[in-house]
């Protein structure tokens, strides 16, 4: 099994920025990329950003230029850097583990609210 747990979400203004974490644990050898993922109010949950384990990465049209996602394999951990952010990127932002084998995995959630 995989766990992840979200952290870093909160309450910014409009134009502001926050760094979202998930920290990894557990049956990690199998996991071949690593995303971020976002559900608003009455929405669908939707795709922001990907990195995978040779470091390639993808964006939402939605987010390029404004988000990046790394990761620190050192200390098992994958970031969201969100600058410039939008009342409309107000949504429960969820990471996730691509498996090779076997399901994918979620975390919990973490709440971004961007709001003046």
């Known amino acids: 099994q995989v766990q992840l747990v979200e952290s870093g979400g909160g309450l910014v203004q409009p134009g502001g920025s926050l760094r979202l974490s998930c920290a990894v644990s557990?049956?990690?050898?199998?996991?071949?990329?690593m995303g971020w993922y976002r559900q608003a109010p009455g929405k669908q949950r939707e795709f922001v950003t990907i990195?995978?384990?040779?470091?390639?990465?993808n964006y939402a049209d939605s987010v390029k230029g404004r988000f990046t996602i790394s990761r620190d394999s050192a200390k098992n951990t994958v970031y969201l850097q969100m600058n410039s952010l939008k009342p409309e990127d107000t949504a429960l932002y969820y990471c996730?583990?691509?498996?090779?084998?076997?399901?994918?995995?979620w975390g919990q959630g973490t709440q971004v609210t961007v709001s003046s």
């Open positions: 996730k583990a691509f498996k090779r084998i076997g399901v994918d995995y």
């Open positions: 557990g049956s990690i050898s199998s996991i071949y990329a």
């Open positions: 990195i995978t384990i040779d470091g390639s990465t």
